[in-house]
């Protein structure tokens, strides 16, 4: 395959990267933005997390994935881009370790205060990068200030409040609301009532909301930085699908309103790589020069590799994730989880006083 | 301040500390997986115990060892820009590998693990933790195979036109014999971390006597010790081999550990050396005579090549094209760096075989020490593993890419001071932080101990309104 065939198709695979984050960690932001809002009490709450508890970290890979494809593929635009976006990154980093750590350490311990810091950086660690990521996409169709510095690089010349322009903000909250919408969705597919009710409800209202952020974000985009017509082509199937999700939703089937979210997020996301093609990052005056894929690549030999590599391994991570879905398929209810203000590894004053609190708790209600 | 020392500053702090988790997570992976094994075959309710409690401190490592691993992949193109775009074409092709092939591999199959328990047939619960195992053991060698190429980049060429480093053969870089004695060596101290840690925490179990553990705690400390000691001696047959190639590939390195000023032949091997930090003008050093030539070349009389001469070849090498002021790196910090990671290396095995010693047979020791050395034994892993690789990429300086980019022009040109102070505070106290929790969590989980009464997680499988056994 020529040089041009392979850049086009790592092009493609990234966008393909961005597709799986978007679609699997998008839910799970969601649903981390909405722990305290949909999980009214604490089994609730546990109910939640344990429906996140095995993909999470399976699903996070897809953005590891998607950097890693970035600097084999586009080290160009990898070293750009990670070094320009500095402090959203900085955030984003630290967003990803809180939230990380608190799902795995947050019901070690009954204490009460314990399980609200964790609480906390559980919403704020899923609040920044589904906000960000948004922005960051947003500033890259509508392009930034970057130049060559005439020795095979590109450097970024704007600053951190560049990028906090109003197109991308509502880059921002596009992301973030159709997450949250993806969130409830996945919430309601995978409880059992009255939490799924709960869910569906909200996903309905959160659905109407995204909607109208979502097309003033994509038809901002295809009128002011497309250039093209066929991108047309994915936004209107993105805001098609969006509005059969918010149906299915309406009608309780839960599974097609997850599918047709799943489908408006690959749209969006090929939209917006459609509209950056053939730049990688685009400058924000289109009359100077930004950088475009042809730029930004790797070699002819790396990307021969690398498309072999991604070919025989795709379908394999593929398949192993999808029977993980199909393994804990079954709907989390509340009721079965047996002790929830228990901590897996309290000390045994604290589990007699946790016992205590529990039995205190069931005779009031 | 300069951004290129912050940078590094931030690149060692954020490593050593990520390299903190990686070796427990590694080896303890196959030791639960091969407590979980014994289980299976024997249905002996103590290997239960084992894969359960231990598991337990596997997965509070696991977790640090995962959130800190996102930052590494990041701070690449954040500070080293510059490094990135010139080598990417090369460096980034086994990070992308190890992303796709390892990373999903070991996130998916642990969350099956965890959360299996009560979903799966017990074999192919089985089957899960093992390919988490094989997938910690894979990303090792990829990424270590990108590090192999820093310290001896091979299969490229460069390119004038885009001004960057190019990968000619994906092979030779995989499969260069630096990445592959790197891998060994490192597998093997991820043994010796998790025996250490096994045996430790086993010899406290028995020393407390804690109730329904002593069982197991015997179980697990003759596994402890046993791998602790074996991984010991691979160590130093893969630090050995190590140190030949290293000789071939970057004698200064070599030169460096020894702060072997002037060409020796036979050259000795000082134990330890009082003087100037840098070992310049020793007072005092406790020598073993011709070792240093054995350890470099094989052969007791053998020619090691000494700092000085070195310096003057590469001034006369690569002056011309980098022009950097010296050759030389850090001095105390690699003559150090070496000699604590074989000595505190050599006291975690021996404080393993030592415990176990004294635990032998039924006996229960009530030596104060025993348990001071009990709790301290998995530190010492962790300390060998630090002075391991801050010897190594310091002993590079002052090259990010031994003999084609100075470290100095990997910096990000685009990013200023301030941000990466920024990012160096936030994430070290962050860190800091975590390292509290994450402590103070496997502290607790050690003192709880094994589960007393185990039921066989696979016996009421089919109950559709059973309670969940695995929950967040």
Same mark, same amino acid.
């Given at each position: 395959m020529s040089l041009e065939t392979l850049q086009i198709i790592w092009f493609g695979l990234i966008a393909v990267l961005w597709i799986g984050y978007f679609v699997l960690e998008g839910f799970d932001y969601g649903v981390g933005i909405l722990l305290p809002v949909l999980g009214r009490t604490e089994r609730e709450k546990r109910a939640l997390l344990t429906t996140l508890g095995p993909v999470w970290d399976g699903n996070e890979v897809w953005l590891l994935t998607a950097g890693g494809a970035t600097f084999a593929a586009f080290p160009t635009w990898y070293a750009t881009? $990670?070094?320009?976006?500095?402090? &959203?990154?900085? /955030? *984003?980093?630290?967003?990803?370790?809180?939230?990380?750590?608190?799902?795995?350490?947050?019901?070690?311990?009954?204490?009460?205060?314990?399980r609200r810091r964790f609480d906390a950086m559980i919403v704020i660690g899923s609040f920044v990068p589904a906000l960000l990521w948004g922005v960051a996409f947003g500033n890259?169709?509508?392009?930034?200030?970057?130049?060559?510095?005439?020795?095979?690089?590109?450097?970024?010349?704007?600053? $951190?409040?560049?990028?906090?322009? &109003?197109?991308? /903000? *509502?880059?921002?909250?596009?992301t973030l609301t159709l997450f949250l919408t993806h969130g409830a969705v996945f919430v309601a597919l995978k409880t059992t009532n009255p939490l799924r009710d709960r869910a569906q409800q909200l996903a309905v209202r959160l659905g109407l909301v995204a909607a109208v952020v979502a097309v003033v974000f994509l038809v901002w985009s295809q009128l002011a930085y497309s250039g093209k017509t066929w991108t047309w082509i994915p936004v209107l199937i993105a805001?098609?699908?969006?509005?059969?999700?918010?149906?299915?939703?309406?009608?309780?089937?839960?599974?097609?309103?997850?599918?047709?979210?799943?489908?408006?997020?690959?749209?969006?996301?090929?939209?917006?790589?459609g509209m950056l093609y053939p730049y990688v990052m685009p400058n924000v005056d289109r009359a100077l020069p930004g950088m475009t894929i042809a730029d930004a690549s790797s070699s002819e030999y790396t990307l021969t590799i690398m498309t072999w590599v991604a070919l025989l391994l795709t379908p394999v991570v593929l398949a192993y994730q999808a029977w993980t879905y199909w393994v804990f398929r079954q709907r989390v209810d509340p009721k079965h989880i047996v002790d929830p203000y228990a901590g897996s590894l309290d000390t045994p004053a604290e589990a007699a006083e946790t016992g205590a609190r529990a039995r205190e708790a069931a005779g009031s209600s | 301040m300069d951004p290129l020392d912050i940078a590094r500053w931030q690149f060692g702090i954020t490593t050593v500390y990520h390299f903190l988790f990686v070796p427990i997570t590694i080896g303890m992976a196959f030791l639960v997986a091969g407590l979980?094994?014994?289980?299976?075959?024997?249905?002996?309710?103590?290997?239960?115990?084992?894969?359960?409690?231990?598991?337990?401190?596997?997965?509070?490592?696991?977790?640090?060892?995962?959130?800190?691993?996102?930052?590494q992949e990041f701070q690449f193109g954040m500070n080293w820009s510059n490094y990135s775009r010139y080598v990417g074409d090369i460096f980034g092709a086994p990070l992308a590998v190890e992303a796709l092939l390892t990373f999903f591999l070991e996130s998916t199959f642990l969350g099956l693990w965890i959360f299996g328990w009560d979903r799966l047939p017990k074999k192919v619960h089985l089957l899960t933790i093992w390919l988490a195992a094989v997938g910690t053991a894979m990303s090792a060698y990829m990424i270590l195979a990108a590090n192999a190429w820093m310290q001896h980049p091979v299969g490229y060429v460069f390119d004038p036109e885009k001004n960057r480093a190019q990968m000619t053969s994906f092979t030779e870089v995989l499969f260069q014999n630096t990445a592959v004695i790197a891998w060994l060596h490192t597998?093997?101290?991820?043994?010796?971390?998790?025996?250490?840690?096994?045996?430790?925490?086993?010899?406290?179990?028995?020393?407390?006597?804690?109730?329904?553990?002593?069982?197991?705690?015997?179980?697990?400390?003759?596994?402890?010790?046993?791998?602790?000691?074996?991984?010991?001696?691979?160590?130093?047959?893969?630090?050995?081999?190590?140190?030949?190639?290293?000789?071939?590939?970057?004698?200064?390195?070599?030169?460096?550990a020894e702060a072997l000023y002037e060409t020796a032949q036979p050259a000795p091997f000082s134990l330890f050396t009082i003087g100037t930090l840098d070992g310049s003008e020793p007072i005092f050093s406790l020598e073993v005579p011709n070792a240093l030539s054995?350890?470099?070349?094989?052969?007791?009389?053998?020619?090691?090549?000494?700092?000085?001469?070195?310096?003057?070849?590469?001034?006369?090498q690569y002056g011309p094209q980098f022009d950097l002021e010296s050759y030389t790196p850090n001095i105390p910090v690699t003559y150090w760096g070496f000699r604590l990671?074989?000595?505190?290396?050599?006291?975690?095995?021996?404080?393993?075989?030592?415990?176990?010693?004294?635990?032998?047979?039924?006996?229960?020791?009530?030596?104060?020490?025993?348990?001071?050395?009990?709790?301290?034994?998995?530190?010492?892993?962790?300390?060998?593993?630090?002075?391991?690789?801050?010897?190594?990429?310091?002993?590079?300086?002052?090259?990010?890419?031994?003999?084609?980019?100075?470290?100095?022009?990997?910096?990000?040109?685009?990013?200023?001071?301030?941000?990466?102070?920024?990012?160096?505070?936030?994430?070290?106290?962050?860190?800091?932080?975590?390292?509290?929790?994450?402590v103070g969590l496997l502290l607790r989980a050690i003192r709880q101990g094994p589960p007393e009464v185990v039921v066989d997680p696979f016996a009421d499988h089919g109950d559709p309104d059973r309670e969940l056994t695995v929950t967040y």
């Amino acid at each position: 395959m020529s040089l041009e065939t392979l850049q086009i198709i790592w092009f493609g695979l990234i966008a393909v990267l961005w597709i799986g984050y978007f679609v699997l960690e998008g839910f799970d932001y969601g649903v981390g933005i909405l722990l305290p809002v949909l999980g009214r009490t604490e089994r609730e709450k546990r109910a939640l997390l344990t429906t996140l508890g095995p993909v999470w970290d399976g699903n996070e890979v897809w953005l590891l994935t998607a950097g890693g494809a970035t600097f084999a593929a586009f080290p160009t635009w990898y070293a750009t881009m $990670f070094s320009g976006f500095y402090l &959203p990154l900085l /955030l *984003i980093l630290v967003a990803l370790i809180l939230r990380g750590v608190s799902f795995e350490y947050r019901s070690k311990r009954s204490d009460p205060q314990w399980r609200r810091r964790f609480d906390a950086m559980i919403v704020i660690g899923s609040f920044v990068p589904a906000l960000l990521w948004g922005v960051a996409f947003g500033n890259l169709v509508r392009g930034v200030t970057v130049q060559a510095d005439g020795q095979g690089g590109w450097i970024y010349t704007g600053g $951190f409040l560049d990028l906090l322009n &109003p197109y991308s /903000l *509502i880059g921002g909250l596009t992301t973030l609301t159709l997450f949250l919408t993806h969130g409830a969705v996945f919430v309601a597919l995978k409880t059992t009532n009255p939490l799924r009710d709960r869910a569906q409800q909200l996903a309905v209202r959160l659905g109407l909301v995204a909607a109208v952020v979502a097309v003033v974000f994509l038809v901002w985009s295809q009128l002011a930085y497309s250039g093209k017509t066929w991108t047309w082509i994915p936004v209107l199937i993105a805001a098609v699908s969006w509005l059969a999700g918010i149906a299915a939703n309406f009608r309780g089937r839960e599974g097609w309103a997850f599918i047709f979210n799943s489908v408006t997020l690959a749209a969006a996301v090929s939209a917006l790589f459609g509209m950056l093609y053939p730049y990688v990052m685009p400058n924000v005056d289109r009359a100077l020069p930004g950088m475009t894929i042809a730029d930004a690549s790797s070699s002819e030999y790396t990307l021969t590799i690398m498309t072999w590599v991604a070919l025989l391994l795709t379908p394999v991570v593929l398949a192993y994730q999808a029977w993980t879905y199909w393994v804990f398929r079954q709907r989390v209810d509340p009721k079965h989880i047996v002790d929830p203000y228990a901590g897996s590894l309290d000390t045994p004053a604290e589990a007699a006083e946790t016992g205590a609190r529990a039995r205190e708790a069931a005779g009031s209600s | 301040m300069d951004p290129l020392d912050i940078a590094r500053w931030q690149f060692g702090i954020t490593t050593v500390y990520h390299f903190l988790f990686v070796p427990i997570t590694i080896g303890m992976a196959f030791l639960v997986a091969g407590l979980q094994t014994a289980w299976v075959r024997t249905g002996n309710d103590k290997y239960l115990q084992a894969t359960k409690f231990f598991g337990k401190l596997f997965l509070i490592n696991f977790a640090m060892g995962v959130v800190t691993g996102i930052v590494q992949e990041f701070q690449f193109g954040m500070n080293w820009s510059n490094y990135s775009r010139y080598v990417g074409d090369i460096f980034g092709a086994p990070l992308a590998v190890e992303a796709l092939l390892t990373f999903f591999l070991e996130s998916t199959f642990l969350g099956l693990w965890i959360f299996g328990w009560d979903r799966l047939p017990k074999k192919v619960h089985l089957l899960t933790i093992w390919l988490a195992a094989v997938g910690t053991a894979m990303s090792a060698y990829m990424i270590l195979a990108a590090n192999a190429w820093m310290q001896h980049p091979v299969g490229y060429v460069f390119d004038p036109e885009k001004n960057r480093a190019q990968m000619t053969s994906f092979t030779e870089v995989l499969f260069q014999n630096t990445a592959v004695i790197a891998w060994l060596h490192t597998i093997s101290a991820a043994f010796l971390t998790a025996g250490a840690l096994m045996a430790g925490v086993s010899l406290w179990l028995i020393m407390r006597r804690k109730s329904g553990a002593e069982a197991m705690a015997r179980a697990t400390l003759k596994v402890g010790a046993v791998v602790a000691v074996v991984a010991a001696a691979a160590l130093g047959i893969t630090g050995d081999q190590d140190a030949k190639i290293m000789v071939q590939q970057q004698p200064m390195k070599m030169a460096a550990a020894e702060a072997l000023y002037e060409t020796a032949q036979p050259a000795p091997f000082s134990l330890f050396t009082i003087g100037t930090l840098d070992g310049s003008e020793p007072i005092f050093s406790l020598e073993v005579p011709n070792a240093l030539s054995f350890l470099a070349t094989g052969t007791f009389d053998g020619r090691v090549e000494g700092i000085d001469n070195l310096e003057q070849q590469y001034q006369e090498q690569y002056g011309p094209q980098f022009d950097l002021e010296s050759y030389t790196p850090n001095i105390p910090v690699t003559y150090w760096g070496f000699r604590l990671m074989i000595g505190f290396g050599m006291l975690a095995a021996l404080f393993a075989a030592v415990g176990w010693w004294a635990a032998r047979r039924g006996r229960t020791p009530e030596s104060k020490w025993l348990v001071r050395m009990a709790i301290i034994a998995p530190l010492m892993p962790l300390l060998a593993n630090s002075a391991g690789w801050i010897f190594t990429e310091m002993g590079r300086q002052p090259w990010i890419v031994f003999g084609l980019m100075p470290t100095a022009e990997g910096v990000s040109p685009g990013v200023g001071a301030a941000e990466v102070l920024t990012s160096l505070v936030v994430f070290t106290l962050i860190y800091g932080a975590l390292a509290v929790v994450e402590v103070g969590l496997l502290l607790r989980a050690i003192r709880q101990g094994p589960p007393e009464v185990v039921v066989d997680p696979f016996a009421d499988h089919g109950d559709p309104d059973r309670e969940l056994t695995v929950t967040y």
